[in-house]
């Protein structure tokens, strides 16, 4: 690990001028580059105390023993030239997006003689035109299918074609009209490349042309007699809509955009771009990269629009990108933009209408795509296995952890404090076998005694599991008087409560786990072990994970033990902690919303939500009940003298509300009956 201060440029050295920077490692391997308005500023950044550098940016200076750049004039110069580098280095340091599949275009090779549509992936070839990409090849041979009747452009293989050139007899495709068979000289290379050129402009939203063309055509067809004529440009012009409803309207103003959206997490991120040609969707594409540097949205979008057009140019770059958020320096990509388009390219966030709502589409696709791909990380059995095995290499344990439970604290600044506990098992989620707990034992806001607490309280329980089942005669640690968790399986209502079982079956917290983790640092795994300690258990490894820096804490260890970003170990580690992080808060927030909407009303035993609404609707507000006699309470529907009895005990139990102050004067404002009046 090199120190970065042994490779500090000295001071005044570096210019104070747009540029791109290289850093390399000790064996001269590029392994970051980066771009700057002003090098001396950003170059400062990384030479500063290491503590406070983003982890990912301190192990990126502390693997370098170097640091070099380039004077460039304008920042769109410097944006290019970054672009080429990580393209030329294939920096370890820099995120790369890659395809999560090899999306199939529709391609046209105008740089032959004649034609040919075809299915294209891969790189992109000079004098070729391509359109999508597409989901599926099947999408685009049926959208060629439809549309050959119109655009009865070549589709054969340069093998088939010189054969047919050779025997003087077109393919099948020839003989039922769908290919103009320039092949045996039925149409020149002039009409076979307008054709072309017809299908290009077709492809790439100037439809309404062709098809008020069509119809045209078709209405004198039928004013002549030339009914058969007239039936086939009917048909035509139907396959020509068939092939447009393929990718529905989207932009009512016929808009040429791409729409970029990002969704990420600590590691990862995922990138979908939908390309709107004519106000429809032509086609669609995503990637997913590791943040392998400290990144936010905004870099993000950046790298993504250099690594979407940076081999593009002219009407492959569309006059409208949207995205999600814009660059650092928004003119510049702006400007190199128009510079590969060769006209003004607007770069925006899209704000309100139509726009908008495609964007939230585009958004919800990137969550999606960025899911589908942890679940396929994470189903992937030899992968889950490769997981468990790391764990239990780094936590040195003797088999790795079939079974792992973790723990999350969460609270709203010290109010409605709850706990959860989610399992693991061979690497999957168990959601059966979720708990969650209310911290009892105390009030406020102290997360390392909440975890003492929770873990205390799960392992309790299953001590007396395991005496109620007689697998041992007695049990010394269970005679605490410790509460009972309030648990609760699943997803299910936050607030109904497990039956307990009187069958004597092994259930709930008969279990225990080879692992438990909990979300946090040294205090919080310190009182972890402890809680388990104090109940003489002492074959469950226990470890924490740490949020802002990814580090897995053992107890009694000061330092940290620090996985691999590639590990699977940690992956997994960070999927179990993040669960118990969303189980822990969707039941905080129930219960605060809870507690928000109670009533005093709610005390009252036997009154429902029906009455409860009669009553309010009929005095207008639980103050005015609240004054109400129990006459007047009766006169309310479905309401019994003994009812209004409990409903007027329980308002009078209530404690009324502090006086209103004006902040003015500082006199008390009274309410009375009909408002307020000081």
Same mark, same amino acid.
């Given at each position: 690990?090199?120190?970065?201060?042994?490779?500090?440029?000295?001071?005044?050295q570096?210019?104070?001028s747009?540029?791109?920077?290289?850093?390399?490692?000790?064996?001269?391997?590029?392994?970051?580059?980066?771009?700057?308005?002003?090098?001396?500023?950003?170059?400062?950044?990384?030479?500063?105390?290491?503590? #406070?550098?983003? !982890?990912r940016?301190?192990?990126?200076?502390?693997?370098?023993?170097?640091?070099?750049?380039?004077?460039?004039?304008?920042?769109?110069?410097?944006?290019?030239?970054?672009?080429?580098?990580?393209?030329?280095?294939d920096?370890?340091?820099?995120v790369?997006?890659?395809?999560?599949?090899?999306?199939?275009?529709?391609?046209?090779?105008?740089?032959?003689?004649?034609?040919?549509?075809?299915?294209?992936?891969?790189?992109?070839?000079k004098?070729?035109?391509?359109?999508g990409p597409y989901?599926?090849?099947?999408?685009?041979?049926?959208?060629?299918?439809?549309?050959?009747?119109?655009?009865?452009?070549?589709?054969? /293989?340069?093998?088939?074609?010189?054969?047919?050139?050779?025997? #003087?007899?077109p393919?099948?495709?020839?003989?039922?009209?769908?290919?103009?068979?320039?092949?045996?000289?039925?149409?020149?290379?002039?009409?076979?490349?307008?054709l072309?050129?017809?299908?290009?402009?077709f492809?790439?939203?100037?439809?309404?042309?062709?098809?008020?063309?069509l119809?045209k055509?078709?209405?004198?067809?039928?004013?002549?007699?030339?009914?058969?004529?007239?039936?086939?440009?009917?048909?035509?012009?139907?396959a020509?809509?068939?092939?447009m409803?393929?990718s529905?309207?989207?932009?009512?103003?016929?808009?040429?955009?791409?729409?970029?959206?990002?969704a990420?997490?600590?590691?990862?991120?995922?990138?979908?771009?939908?390309?709107?040609?004519?106000?429809?969707?032509?086609?669609?594409?995503?990637?997913?990269?590791?943040?392998v540097?400290?990144?936010?949205?905004?870099?993000?979008?950046?790298?993504?629009?250099?690594?979407?057009?940076?081999?593009?140019?002219?009407?492959?770059?569309?006059?409208?990108?949207?995205?999600?958020?814009?660059?650092?320096?928004?003119?510049?990509?702006?400007?190199?933009?128009?510079?590969?388009?060769?006209?003004?390219?607007?770069?925006?966030? !899209?704000?309100?209408?139509?726009?908008?709502?495609?964007?939230?589409?585009?958004?919800?696709?990137?969550?999606?795509?960025?899911?589908?791909?942890?679940?396929?990380?994470?189903s992937?059995?030899?992968?889950?296995?490769?997981?468990?095995?790391?764990?239990?290499?780094?936590?040195?344990?003797?088999?790795? !952890?079939?079974?792992?439970?973790?723990?999350?604290?969460?609270?709203?600044?010290?109010d409605d404090?709850?706990a959860?506990?989610?399992?693991?098992?061979?690497?999957?989620?168990?959601?059966?076998?979720?708990?969650?707990?209310q911290?009892?034992?105390?009030?406020?806001?102290?997360?390392?005694? /909440?975890?003492?607490?929770?873990?205390?309280?799960?392992?309790?329980?299953?001590l007396?599991?395991?005496?109620?089942?007689?697998?041992?005669?007695?049990?010394?640690?269970?005679s605490?008087?410790?509460?009972?968790?309030?648990? @609760?399986?699943?997803?299910?209502?936050p607030?109904?409560?497990?039956?307990?079982?009187?069958? #004597?079956?092994?259930?709930?917290?008969?279990?225990?786990p080879?692992?438990?983790? @909990?979300d946090?640092?040294?205090?919080q795994?310190?009182?972890?072990?402890?809680?388990?300690?104090?109940? #003489?258990?002492?074959?469950?490894?226990?470890?924490?994970?740490?949020?802002?820096?990814?580090?897995?804490?053992?107890?009694?260890?000061?330092?940290?033990?620090?996985?691999?970003? /590639?590990?699977?170990?940690?992956?997994?580690l960070q999927?179990?902690?993040?669960e118990?992080?969303?189980?822990?808060?969707?039941?905080?927030?129930?219960?605060?919303?809870?507690?928000?909407r109670?009533?005093?009303?709610?005390?009252?035993?036997?009154?429902?939500?029906?009455?409860?609404?009669?009553?309010?609707?009929?005095?207008?507000?639980v103050?005015?009940?609240?004054?109400?006699?129990?006459?007047?309470i009766?006169e309310?529907p479905?309401?019994?003298?003994?009812?209004?009895?409990?409903v007027?005990?329980?308002?009078?139990?209530?404690?009324?509300?502090?006086?209103?102050?004006?902040?003015?004067?500082?006199?008390?404002?009274?309410?009375?009956?009909?408002?307020?009046?000081?």
């Amino acid at each position: 690990m090199a120190d970065p201060s042994s490779y500090r440029p000295k001071p005044g050295q570096i210019p104070d001028s747009p540029g791109v920077y290289k850093f390399r490692d000790e064996h001269r391997r590029v392994i970051y580059v980066g771009k700057a308005k002003s090098l001396r500023q950003r170059l400062a950044n990384y030479f500063q105390d290491l503590a #406070g550098l983003h !982890p990912r940016t301190r192990t990126m200076v502390t693997t370098a023993a170097s640091v070099e750049w380039t004077v460039v004039t304008t920042e769109v110069e410097a944006l290019q030239l970054e672009y080429s580098w990580i393209k030329e280095f294939d920096p370890r340091f820099n995120v790369k997006y890659r395809d999560d599949k090899s999306y199939p275009y529709l391609a046209v090779t105008l740089n032959e003689e004649y034609p040919r549509v075809q299915v294209m992936r891969g790189a992109k070839k000079k004098g070729v035109r391509y359109f999508g990409p597409y989901g599926h090849a099947w999408a685009i041979r049926e959208t060629v299918d439809l549309m050959l009747r119109v655009f009865p452009v070549r589709t054969c /293989s340069a093998g088939v074609f010189k054969n047919a050139t050779r025997t #003087g007899r077109p393919c099948l495709l020839g003989y039922i009209g769908k290919c103009s068979a320039p092949c045996v000289g039925r149409v020149t290379p002039e009409e076979h490349r307008e054709l072309a050129d017809d299908f290009c402009d077709f492809m790439a939203g100037r439809t309404g042309t062709y098809i008020r063309r069509l119809e045209k055509d078709m209405m004198a067809a039928a004013e002549e007699m030339e009914y058969e004529r007239a039936a086939r440009l009917r048909d035509d012009v139907e396959a020509l809509k068939r092939a447009m409803e393929k990718s529905a309207v989207v932009l009512a103003d016929a808009t040429d955009a791409d729409l970029i959206a990002v969704a990420e997490d600590e590691l990862e991120a995922a990138v979908q771009i939908f390309h709107v040609r004519g106000g429809r969707v032509r086609g669609q594409r995503g990637w997913v990269t590791d943040k392998v540097e400290a990144v936010d949205t905004s870099g993000l979008v950046e790298h993504a629009l250099q690594q979407l057009y940076g081999e593009e140019t002219g009407d492959s770059v569309p006059k409208e990108v949207l995205v999600p958020a814009l660059p650092e320096d928004p003119e510049a990509v702006s400007q190199w933009l128009a510079d590969r388009r060769g006209s003004q390219v607007s770069l925006r966030i !899209p704000q309100r209408g139509d726009k908008k709502d495609l964007m939230v589409t585009v958004q919800r696709n990137a969550q999606q795509a960025l899911g589908l791909h942890k679940t396929k990380r994470a189903s992937d059995l030899t992968t889950r296995s490769r997981a468990l095995e790391e764990i239990a290499e780094a936590l040195g344990l003797d088999t790795a !952890p079939l079974r792992i439970e973790c723990f999350d604290i969460s609270h709203l600044q010290g109010d409605d404090v709850v706990a959860s506990m989610v399992v693991f098992e061979d690497g999957l989620a168990r959601k059966s076998e979720y708990r969650r707990f209310q911290i009892k034992g105390f009030e406020g806001q102290d997360d390392v005694r /909440s975890m003492h607490e929770v873990i205390g309280r799960r392992f309790r329980r299953y001590l007396q599991e395991k005496e109620r089942t007689g697998e041992w005669e007695e049990s010394p640690a269970v005679s605490g008087a410790v509460p009972a968790p309030e648990t @609760v399986a699943g997803d299910g209502d936050p607030f109904d409560n497990e039956p307990r079982e009187d069958d #004597g079956r092994p259930k709930r917290f008969a279990y225990p786990p080879q692992l438990v983790v @909990v979300d946090g640092g040294q205090p919080q795994v310190a009182a972890a072990k402890r809680a388990l300690d104090e109940l #003489g258990i002492d074959d469950i490894a226990v470890c924490g994970l740490a949020k802002r820096l990814e580090e897995v804490w053992l107890p009694d260890d000061d330092d940290p033990v620090v996985l691999p970003r /590639s590990s699977e170990g940690l992956y997994l580690l960070q999927r179990v902690r993040d669960e118990a992080h969303r189980f822990a808060i969707t039941y905080q927030r129930a219960k605060r919303a809870k507690r928000i909407r109670s009533s005093p009303l709610d005390a009252v035993s036997g009154l429902g939500e029906t009455r409860k609404q009669a009553l309010i609707k009929h005095f207008g507000s639980v103050k005015k009940l609240k004054q109400a006699t129990i006459d007047e309470i009766c006169e309310v529907p479905g309401i019994g003298r003994r009812t209004a009895e409990s409903v007027a005990v329980a308002l009078a139990s209530t404690t009324p509300a502090a006086p209103a102050v004006n902040t003015a004067t500082g006199e008390i404002i009274e309410e009375d009956d009909g408002g307020s009046t000081s």
